[in-house]
């Protein structure tokens, strides 16, 4: 049952070991400490104990659990497994030390503890204790060997040598051959420590005695019992060839850069021979030498230029020993070294390995750890020093925690409004030359919370619609926008109580909720209701709803539906009309008269103008277009007819177009004298120069101030019969609206505004017509339904 846990949990660990090893929460640390190093002997069984993690950490064996303890191993294989329950350290498959390590020794395994809350990291060591199961192999099982016959004693001859995996004391220790007359055998050492044999010639030998030798070669190593491997040696006695080759240096040393390109000449050797014939023809070869130098290198037997045959990698082998044997063709050998040394060269970039990754935060939140990462190069030297780093224009920070280990935290509280992701790419540079870099880039979201207001697109908006509308016809929409997400930027639109509190809202308009579209609810009358302010209010759908608010002021357009109505001259009313006076001496452009009238409707609907459709003497009068005057359009002559009729026809802008026409009767006088007629500039001098002029023109002023405020007082007594006729008939003047001697004009066609005009007649007037004063502008009320007629009423008495 334990073990079928340790299985679950072990594999269980594997699955979760590049997702989250640890995080910390809002203000969390990470503490860093060196526990220890721990040994275990290569070859033991899965499930072996090592230790007991909880003592050696000090903690509770029920604390592992609870702290949810991790260990990650380096590299892609999990070593090691961790029973929560016992808290013991435990084997999770077989270690081969000369897999983990090769030759290195010691070898050390790296592993670290991972604890939460709070969070800790305890690093370890565990030593893998070498044991003696490799026996030493030499790379070839039988060697030949030529000797000239008259070699001396004390010769020596070097012979391949055997290899064992193991290290340490259970390495190769010496070389034995078996006992005979003529040879014993040397161990000798290299730079890297790895023993080599050597045969020793003890005495001399005889070609005609024994012409060839037979021996054994035994490689033993130090273990306990120890292990052994032989090779044959066979010893051919060569005639006496007296020289051998000798290389011009004994050793060759080389630098090489690891990325060289293949078949680059990386060292030649060189050897003479004294001898003459085939006795000095010289010829190069290895000697002894591994399968990887043979794959690594290639010798020209004939030149001794030395090749690269494959690419080499300083990160595996940094140092190659190679012996070179310069024979001659009496068999006679000289022996070399070539000491290859391999150079750096910056072709590993940087590699970065997630531990933990957290993949969205909430906005608002403070400092939030997003990532725990380690970084490593293969290189060494500079090449293998790194810098980590991310774009400055984030809101993330990189902190240092442990060695090659990195926590990417928030720098401040993110705003999803602003932004809603982050693409954090992590960079890691080298310090070599060219540097070489890894990017990773972590793709985080914000997730959003409900901290914005619906926002109009528009603090105010103004709507026109057209009067007489048809009920629910749209008016127009409104629109507002959430900067949140989700249900938090769902906006519902309402009508908010409007500020005057006897606006009748809900008949007027209605609002959709989730579209935001206004529509009438009634029909609209221009005259009754020009505008209303509507105040909209837009909520959001989060837990704590936010709102806002527009102000929605609706313009109802004029309909043409008011025909122009004429106030002066008045319509006859039973009575004779009264005429306009003009004297016969009136030269052109004399003011006759001016017809007056309003509109009930509004802008250019209320436009009016004035036309003369007929009169009894076409060329004789002229009306103008645009304010009803009625001139002269040339001196009158005594030929003229004395009384004229005028038709004159009102009409306003609208589409279509709506009018009003008035008859205007004209009297031609000789009543008036020449000085009070309005005349060119220069005639008024010559008028001063005659006094007796001066004095007629007085009295002729007195008597047409008389006529004319007879006429005031006909067309004042007209004008309240025909009130007090309107009266009967639905029509109501609201008294004390103006003041009794002022006259409200409204909407008139050739008035930009409403005017009060005060009537009064000109002392000094040399014609005697009405003049108008300077307006007194008054603030008129909008019209409510049923009051056209009263305003009409009340307009009827303007005249000019």
């Not at 040879?183 to 005695?209: A, I, W």
């Not at 290859?340 to 935060?361: C, F, G, K, R, Y």
């Not at 990462?373 to 990189?398: E, Q, Y």
């Not at 080298?430 to 207001?453: F, Q």
Request: one cysteine or more.
């Amino acid at each position: 049952m334990e073990e079928s846990a340790m299985k679950a949990g072990g594999e269980r660990f594997l699955r979760q070991r590049q997702v989250l090893l640890l995080f910390v929460l809002l203000g969390g640390a990470l503490t860093v400490c060196e526990c220890g190093r721990y040994s275990v002997a290569e070859e033991k069984e899965r499930g072996f104990f090592i230790a007991n993690l909880a003592k050696d950490l000090g903690l509770r064996v029920g604390e592992l659990a609870a702290r949810r303890a991790q260990v990650v191993s380096k590299g892609s294989k999990q070593h090691f497994q961790l029973n929560h329950q016992t808290g013991d350290l435990l084997l999770n498959e077989k270690l081969d030390r000369e897999e983990l390590c090769g030759l290195t020794e010691p070898c050390l395994l790296d592993f670290q503890v991972l604890l939460q809350n709070p969070l800790q990291l305890f690093t370890n060591e565990l030593q893998v204790i070498d044991v003696n199961d490799h026996s030493p192999i030499f790379l070839e099982n039988e060697m030949q060997l030529k000797i000239l016959e008259n070699t001396p004693p004390g010769t020596r001859f070097l012979l391949g040598n055997a290899e064992d995996l193991d290290v340490g004391k259970n390495s190769l220790r010496n070389y034995t051959v078996i006992p005979n007359p003529y040879f014993h055998v040397s161990t000798s050492s290299r730079r890297d420590g790895r023993k080599y044999p050597e045969l020793v010639l003890d005495k001399g030998l005889d070609r005609e005695t024994q012409a060839e030798l037979h021996l054994t070669l035994t490689a033993l190593d130090g273990g306990s019992p120890p292990r052994s491997g032989s090779a044959q040696i066979h010893v051919l006695v060569l005639d006496i060839n007296d020289n051998a080759p000798e290389f011009t240096q004994s050793l060759y040393e080389v630098q090489i850069l690891e990325d060289s390109a293949l078949n680059a000449v990386i060292v030649t050797v060189s050897a003479t021979d004294l001898d003459t014939g085939d006795f000095g023809a010289i010829t190069y070869a290895f000697s002894h030498a591994s399968e990887e130098i043979r794959k690594t290198f290639q010798l020209d037997p004939v030149t001794g230029d030395i090749q690269l045959l494959k690419y080499l990698d300083f990160e595996a082998i940094r140092t190659y020993e190679v012996d070179i044997e310069a024979k001659d063709g009496g068999g006679l050998s000289g022996k070399s070294t070539v000491l290859i040394q391999v150079m750096d060269v910056n072709d590993n970039a940087p590699e970065l390995t997630l531990s933990s990754l957290t993949s969205s935060i909430l906005e608002n939140a403070p400092e939030t750890v997003v990532s725990i990462f380690r970084i490593r190069d293969r290189d060494s030297g500079d090449n293998g020093k790194m810098i980590c780093s991310i774009p400055d224009n984030l809101p993330f920070i990189l902190k240092p925690t442990f060695k090659n280990f990195y926590t990417l935290l928030t720098e401040r509280p993110l705003d999803r409004e602003e932004r809603a992701e982050y693409n954090i790419t992590i960079t890691v540079t080298d310090l070599g030359t060219p540097r070489l870099k890894t990017e990773h880039t972590i793709r985080v979201l914000v997730s959003d919370v409900n901290d914005n207001a619906p926002t109009f697109t528009q603090t105010s908006y103004t709507l026109f619609v057209r009067e007489n509308n048809s009920p629910g016809l749209h008016l127009g929409t409104v629109s507002a926008t959430d900067r949140d997400a989700g249900t938090n930027a769902q906006v519902t639109y309402s009508l908010l109580p409007p500020r005057d509190p006897h606006l009748p809202l809900a008949s007027l308009v209605a609002i959709h909720a989730d579209r935001g579209h206004l529509f009438a609810q009634r029909a609209l009358d221009f005259e009754a209701l020009r505008a209303f302010e509507v105040r909209v209010g837009a909520a959001d759908a989060g837990s704590q709803a936010l709102s806002s608010e527009a102000l929605v002021r609706v313009e109802v357009l004029d309909d043409n539906d008011h025909a122009p109505l004429v106030l002066y001259p008045p319509p006859p009313n039973g009575s004779a009309p009264c005429p306009e006076l003009v004297p016969r001496a009136a030269e052109a452009g004399y003011l006759v008269s001016k017809v007056v009238a309003v509109d009930g409707d509004a802008g250019q609907n209320a436009w009016l103008s004035y036309q003369l459709l007929k009169a009894t003497e076409p060329g004789l009068f002229r009306v103008w277009t645009h304010n009803g005057e009625v001139r002269t359009a040339r001196p009158l002559s005594e030929r003229d007819a004395a009384q004229h009729r005028l038709l004159v026809l009102v009409q306003d802008n609208g589409e279509p177009a709506l009018s009003a026409s008035v008859t205007l009767h004209v009297l031609l006088v000789d009543g008036f004298s020449q000085p009070y007629l309005a005349r060119p500039e220069g005639a008024h001098d010559q008028a001063q120069a005659d006094g007796l002029t001066v004095y007629l023109v007085i009295a002729l002023a007195s008597v047409s101030s008389l006529f004319l405020c007879s006429v005031l007082l006909f067309v004042a007594v007209r004008l309240c019969r025909r009130r007090r006729a309107a009266w009967e008939g639905g029509c109501s003047v609201p008294e004390g609206r103006f003041p009794s001697h002022l006259v409200d004009v409204s909407s008139t066609g050739t008035l930009s505004q409403s005017y009060q005009y005060e009537v009064y007649m000109t002392g000094d007037s040399r014609t005697g017509e009405f003049k108008f004063l300077k307006p007194i502008t008054s603030n008129l009320l909008v019209p409510e339904p049923g009051r056209e007629v009263t305003e009409n009423c009340r307009n009827s008495s303007v005249f000019s």
